[in-house]
DNA sequence: GAGTGGTCTAGACCACGCC
DNA sequence: GCGTGGTCTAGACCACTCG
């Protein structure tokens, strides 16, 4: 009897699955079960430490360890540069820069991401392609007062995403999802009707606190999103 | 020096972050690093196999562990009962049933979630309000294969859902995430105007490989799902 | 106060994948 | 082949929290 962390994991789901263990009710402990199923309680321990995380289980010391009520679990919507999801499309990408400048940010802009007043931001806004056809359209502004070699950056070949990454190793993030209607400016180059509904996310990046860039990626119309668990 | 899995982790992310070890970039080995923090391997291990997770690091045995090149990383959106949603923003909860009928599973229905043609169905339409202000539109279709009791469920008082984790006790879902506009009817329910781009979430359900619901659930005008990391 | 999960250690064996 | 991560063990101490 192996008994690996995976499989004492699949046996518990197992359990709750067929009913056995119900929805609010505790399960046994980690000794009582590292001796049932006959190995280290650190294994046991794992395998209910990840059901927990995924929120499957709830756990509490001293009150033990029950199956979640309701299972507050959380979709993973994985995230990769549109480049790769147009390829794993199995699309070609494209890219178009539409427009670029350097100018104060606007109010909006300096409210999202905390900006002084007036502060100076490159703005960029493009397309990205999936075999020629308008895939996201990305709103970008860069804080200059962090990058200032973000005035100099050319975006005419490649978009400013993969130029962020290789300036800013790691960041914090804050992202939204929300309903658009496209504007007529938007619909022009998204190829749509105004008014059309388009699915938009919003990403503003930190680096040690400081505002970094903010990005509204405008999806063309039927876009969806999509995960399992 | 205690050396918890905590520290180590924030410490190896500190470094990537001062920009001491770079994207793409091998970093020291367990072992290594165990005698440098002066801690067991078994805890540097635990430290870089979540920060491998969060998508921050890449590892591979032989090759070894290196700072991945575009962060990999994914947004985790918790999908809470709405009651809970709702309560949370400190608003009131309330509740409406719109219509309810048992009927032959629609076409589209029926592709979605591989059902046979003419499968009969639940299906209830209601409301879930924020302060006696409509706040989402919950389309729901039950499997009376697999649940014939939800053709007698009383729906008159509390949603579906409620109902429906009691009944399952663990499942597969399919999340998509969209954007649409508010045909007519739902705009009157949503007290919208028909037309507005309305954030939508759709949700299919297995149990063991069996369609058991789907439910399409649609957000007041302005609607936003947040999340950071 | 006492029980349960949270974590750490020291040691070990194994499997995957570069070389 | 052989180095690196993946996992397991047996034992220990600790911290939180419920009763």
Known sequence: MPATYREIKADILGRITRGEWRPGSA???EAELAAAYGSARATVNRAMRELA???ILERRRKAGTRVRLSPLREARFAIPPVREEIEARGAAYGY???E???L????WLCARLGLPAGARVRHVACLHLADGAPYQHEDRWISLALLPQAAAADFSASGPTEWLIAQIPF???EIAIAAAAADPALAARLGCAPGEALLVIERATRWNGAA?????LAHRPGHRMTTRY
């Open 96 to 98: 178009a820069l539409i």
């Open 104 to 107: 104060p940010a606007p109010d």
């Open 171 to 173: 960041s914090e993030v």
């Open 212 to 216: 970094v860039t903010f990005v509204r």
């Open 27 to 29: 399960i046994p402990g």
């Open 100 to 102: 670029s400048a350097v």
């Open 53 to 55: 995380e995924e929120g």
